[in-house]
């Protein structure tokens, strides 16, 4: 599995350094959005049936102000606007970190 080797806040993004050697940044705003906690994503009984989760909202202006490793497969951060149960895989990270980004 591919772990960040370094993660930094740097400005209104989270840099990570990949133990292959890449390299990449995620906008505070991406990352909030992102959260695949259940409060955001919501989650489904064993019926399908949706329940919680919240509209799509505009997270520029919040920030990251902590962040801590959660076992071997993820990281968990605390943001500004006080939400912090999302666990984010790396794998997710990766992708993130990865995706092209549009100018705003």
Known sequence: MI???????IGSE???RWDDGREGFISFATLRAASPS????GERDIFGHQYGGTV?????????????RIGNYAIRFDFSDGHRTGLYSYVLLRE???APTTGS
């Open 56 to 68: 799509p909202k505009n997270y520029v202006g919040v920030e990251v102000t902590g962040w801590e």
């Open 96 to 98: 993130l970190g990865e």
């Open 14 to 16: 989270v840099a990570l």
């Open 38 to 41: 259940a409060e955001t994503r």
């Open 3 to 9: 772990a960040p080797t370094d993660i930094q806040l």
